[in-house]
Nanobody
């Protein structure tokens, strides 16, 4: 059974940094796309960053230059390094996996809360 577990969320002051981790289990994910999404209060879930199976990365414009996605396929873990955090980054952050052959992300974690205080 595939399971994604996020960790690393918390409360941080504006300008600070956090590193989120997502441990995937149940299968190997080295051939899959892995991504981070977030959902702020009262808003829809939004794309944050993606690590493509090819090795390239994609970022939402709102986080580009501040956030970095990385992955350790041997450890089945994807990370989101967040720097220069802003209050508008406050959200629940979810990791997701888009497995080979699927049309979209088909596995999701339970989320981890990130709160940025001003």
């Amino acid at each position: 059974q595939v399971q994604l577990v996020e960790s690393g969320g918390g409360v941080v002051q504006a300008g600070g940094s956090l590193r989120l981790s997502c441990l995937a289990s149940g299968r190997a994910f080295n051939r899959d796309n892995m991504a981070w999404f977030r959902q702020a209060p009262g808003k829809e879930r939004a794309f944050v960053a993606q690590s493509w199976r090819t090795g390239s990365t994609t970022y939402a414009s709102s986080v580009k230059g501040r956030f970095t996605i990385s992955r350790d396929d041997a450890a089945n873990t994807v990370y989101l390094h967040m720097n220069s955090l802003k209050p508008e980054d406050t959200a629940i952050y979810y990791c997701a996996v888009w497995t080979v052959g699927s049309s979209y992300y088909d596995y999701w974690g339970q989320g981890t809360q990130v709160t940025v205080s001003s």
